[in-house]
């Protein structure tokens, strides 16, 4: 007797006793390219022979089949796959060619043999995606290399896991390591028949075509109408990709598809390929591998084959991709070879940059939850657009106003401010300084702190709240259009892991059901646990922050002291590059670490759905990073020269050493640097990444195949996604890490680092491509899992956005000198000009008054001369009832009330627009709402008819009897 699905044990009601389908060991074969009278196999056993044979010519590594094959075409060969329909042996052309001299004939006949072996070759390819009768589909594929000395448990688990799965409604069928190219590979093809589709679709409520959407085209505006008629480059080609037909939908349901309510034109395209493969998991994940008791089975761990995969009994598990991405014909003239290829075409090619995505066809091919991903992304990318031009403006704005600096030019050229003398950047070890020495750090100052930014930050920050408000409603238009408005209340089901290591179990008021249940002092235990365990290791992230500002301070000291002139003047510079390089590696190094102690701390909470686990897992894997990549950069804006002190009284709280200080010109230029160094350096690292080691990863795998001649043996489509690499355990987790952490740089701290939009830009538009290009040809076809939105990456998003209006806010006012430039331009300023400026942002200080470590070693007499006092960055007096104590002048207070008047009037400009903007701004169009009232409409109409019907049947029977 099957058993029931872990999790639908009380659904089944009514729905018991469907006949377990056979296991099929031989099939008579009529389809073109396989050969007939196949000898009987015993499940599991080689089968030699099976396929037809192949040249000698192996095809070129998966992921370089373009780059190879124009090489060998030059030199009269070809690597696909060939396979000859009547004979084994393949006969070359031109073989009796003498001297050179070709017949006409002769071409003929080579260009006919050519067309042969192409359309043999594509025969051969379509031949591996199905069972070997050619008509069912191949749904799922569990690989697995058997060793000679394998442990026997492995075999006993797959025995098992195969049998229940045949019990389940599956048909398998298998193929040995003999019909493999690496000969060491086995493989158990799996289909879903369409009794148990139905079944399955039933009990996971999948959504299916209920009638045609008649109010799509009612719906759409003039302006729609008119921008349509408008050609665009960035459109896709309406004849390579017709539009698809678009259906209102309703949970399958099989008594109302025996009534005719939903719309199926043929079985074999009912249920989609990512729906197919889907169901199959749902079966795959809940399958048992153990011969238990049914008392011992009730709550036993020993199912689904994630725990098969994690203990090698199989080492893979993947639905097949539809065929070759590339082809050698044109995509115009022939059209799609399949739909992968029209994904290469349409969407992964480099050359495609500039092009729309293709988003319905991504969900359609790898399900909804990658295809929300890419159309967040390119969402995000084209928000982007705007505002990247906003920071070239600005950035070419300093750039043309740089010479016009009134305090940089002050610092440069001014005869009597550059030769000030400084008071030493740090004890002992640092001597007396010009403040000319300054004078490149104030231009590139300039750069980035003008008006033109404070004017920026404020668009930034308006255009973050745009951003999360327009994705809300394009989310909305997804969430309709993909049928997933309602998937985590109605269609998620529990979590078989949650199911697993669960043993308590209680009725479900709401459904009266029996499920896993954990009570509230254990969850509450759990989590204190793991929060505990979260505070402990992000303060070891702050501890890491630490030693890198140790370095800056002691790299400082050590630069500032060297006697060449070239590298003390760039003292500072040098140690923040160097300090922010360290920094970048110290946070790639901790986020290998941290992934898996997240993961750990997810499991411990042991949550129900697997939208669950993942927001949990998403908000720790996301505190980490926060702490990892931004508190250096906090530390430089907020942090940095703030709590120095003054000569004489410098703060050495900090072990007992003396503070960074900022350069006479402000810390803004170490910020920027820093963030170009984290932001870009990471950038740069994962596209690097991304692209290499999934191609070095299929190479390695593939080149054993590849080394196979024999013309006995096909490489079939399941051996060449086997050769694959494999996506991520955690799916797309990296992926939206990686953008919502760029999503910071481009907000928090934009005010410091204008141009950060441009390297967002820049860098998404590859991003797009070298994802597209990873899923479509070097990782296998991932799961096609549904999704409902981003998930908590919204949240985490919104409150980014929050915490950069502050930030902002702050950094204009307290880290840039937009706000003591204004001060002193209508206070204290006797022309209205900040000429003069300089000088009042200085303060003098009395040598004589020194603590005895921060008199200089070498005060450089022959140089400065016997200095009386020096000038340092602040807003110091000498108190004359105090002789060496200074205070401070009312200018400091003055501007301290201005930058904190300026945070109050910038954050609530800032929420007042946003706000604004909430409430103008639905977060449904109009027409989606319309046509969700519409498709509720018909559901209930069906749900009438069908009850209707049944009570007519119900009356027949009744009056027949």
Sequence with gaps: MARVPIGFELQEEGH???????NVTQINVNYPGYPQDQPEVAPGGSEPGLYPSVSD????????????????????????????????QNEEAGEDEEGGAKV???????????????TQQMINEKATLVFRDGKRKIDYVLAYEPEDNEDLKKEQRRNTFEKNLIEEGLELEHEGKETSKNGKTCFTKVHVPWETMLRYAELLNVKMPLAVNDMETQLESCFENCW?????PFELDEDLLPEEPNYFTAPFNRSRMDQGQFVIKDKDTFFTHAQRSKICYEILSRAHFLDLDDDD??????????????????NAAYPLHDGRYHSDHSLLTVG???????????????????KYQPLDQIRGYFGEKVGIYFSWLGFYTSMLIPVAIAGVVAFIYGLATIMDDVPSTEICEDPVISNYTMCPMCDQRCSYWHLSDSCTYSRATYLFDNPATVCFAIVMALWASFFLEFWKRRQAEIEYEWDVADFEEGEETVRPEYEASVSRRRTNPVTNREEPYVPGWSKGFRYFTSFSILLFFLALVLAAVFSVILYRIVMSAILYGNSESIIKTRASFISSISAACI????????????QRVAYFLTELEQHRTLTEWEDAFTFKMFLFQFVNFYSSIFYIAFFKGKFVGRPGDYNRSLLDKRQEECDPSGCLIELCIQLGIVMVGKQIINNVKEILIP????????????????????YSRWEQDYNLASMPALGLFDEYLEMVIQYGFVTIFVAAFPLAPLFALLNNVIEIRVDAYKFTTQWKRPLAERAQDIGIWFGILRGISAIAVISNAAIIAFTSEFIPKLVYLYGYSPDQTLSGYTNFSLSEFKVQYFAPQSVPDDPKMEIFGNVTQCRYRGYFADDPSSPGEYKYTMAYWHILAAKLAFVVVFENLVVFCTWLVMYLVPDMPYKVKLQMLRENFLAKEALFSADSIQKQRERKNASSN
């Design 104 to 118: 006409e004939k002769d071409k003929e006949e080579e260009e006919t043999k050519l067309i042969d072996r192409f």
């Design 228 to 232: 349509k008629k408008f050609p665009s």
């Design 57 to 88: 010519n192996s095809p070129a590594p998966i992921g370089f089949e373009g780059h190879v094959q124009s090489e060998l075409k030059e030199n009269g060969e070809d690597n696909s796959v060939s396979v000859n329909m009547d004979s084994p």
């Design 16 to 22: 018991k006793g469907d006949p377990a389908l056979i």
């Design 695 to 714: 191609k070095l990863m299929v190479w390695f795998r593939s080149r054993q195949s590849l080394k196979e001649t024999s013309e006995e043996k096909v």
């Design 297 to 314: 089975d009730k709550f036993n761990k020993k199912f689904g084959v994630r725990k098969l995969v994690d203990n090698q009994t199989y």
């Design 336 to 354: 799609k070879d399949n739909d992968r290829h029209l994904l290469y075409e349409l969407w992964a090619r480099p050359g495609r940059w500039y």
């Design 583 to 594: 920094n970048l590696v110290i946070i790639l190094i901790l986020n290998m670490f941290y």
